[in-house]
């Protein structure tokens, strides 16, 4: 078979596109749930805020990959570089992120909250000790969509100077090489379906078990 014979005999190139594939997914990723974790914690209590931050999100979803990253080489200090794919990257993870950090916070049980409040724990530890634990699985859930997202999009990255996977993709179209294609095609879709059943494997590690079945309850009943 042609893409097989192809893979076979461009392994090396095709490593090195992989891994700059994953780098670029890795420092998005980092940087998202630090800003994206973050702002939803921010408006966690503030529904306007809130409501506002997510129709921004929205709007930037909204934007076709390449006509976003074509207005952010065209702003001064991205240009063609990897900042613009990483720029465009963390924007595109602000919905799923968000809002499942801001839903999960808001769904925690009032009853446990008011426990907590009882007990003399601060507004702080309450959400350090026992919403962020109970949000978890939420959260993560966000951030696995987010993620598998970023993988795909960042194909679109060759467009502005990135060597990644999208290369074997986008040299297939010019050169109508369907080989090229497939194996570009096929080894995204390995990433994103590996990068799903390692976060499913991550939640199991870090969620505690009376959350996890709680939440597949809550799942289940839905």
């Known amino acids: 078979m042609r893409s097989i014979r192809y893979f076979v005999n461009n392994l ?13 997914i890795v420092i998005a990723v980092l940087i998202a749930l630090v800003v994206w974790v973050g702002v939803g914690i921010a408006v966690r209590n503030h529904g306007r805020v809130a409501k506002s931050v997510l129709g921004i999100g929205s709007l930037i979803m909204a934007i076709p990959s390449v006509a976003l990253y074509g207005i952010l080489v065209s702003i001064p ?5 990897r900042q613009s794919a990483v720029v465009a990257l963390v924007l595109y993870s602000m919905l799923p992120i968000v809002r499942n ?11 446990v909250l008011e426990a907590a409040r009882g007990m003399g724990m601060p507004a702080r530890r309450i959400l350090y000790r026992v919403q962020l634990p109970l949000a978890t699985p939420v959260i993560l859930a966000g951030v696995r969509v987010a993620i598998v997202m970023m993988v795909g999009i960042a194909t679109l990255a060759v ?15 010019v050169r109508t090489r369907s080989d090229m294609i497939i194996v ?14 390692v976060f499913g494997k991550l939640e199991k590690h870090v969620v505690s078990p009376g959350i996890r079945a709680d939440y597949s309850a809550t799942e289940d009943a839905s």
């Open 12 to 24: 090396d190139r095709i490593a090195g596109y992989a891994l700059q594939h994953l780098v670029l």
């Open 77 to 81: 200090g991205l240009g063609l570089s």
């Open 159 to 173: 467009f502005i100077g990135e060597r990644n996977l999208g290369v074997l993709i986008q040299q297939g179209l």
């Open 184 to 197: 570009g095609a096929l080894i995204v879709s390995f990433f994103a379906v590996g990068i799903d059943f």
């Open 101 to 111: 950090v801001y839903v999960a916070l808001n769904e925690v049980d009032p009853a």
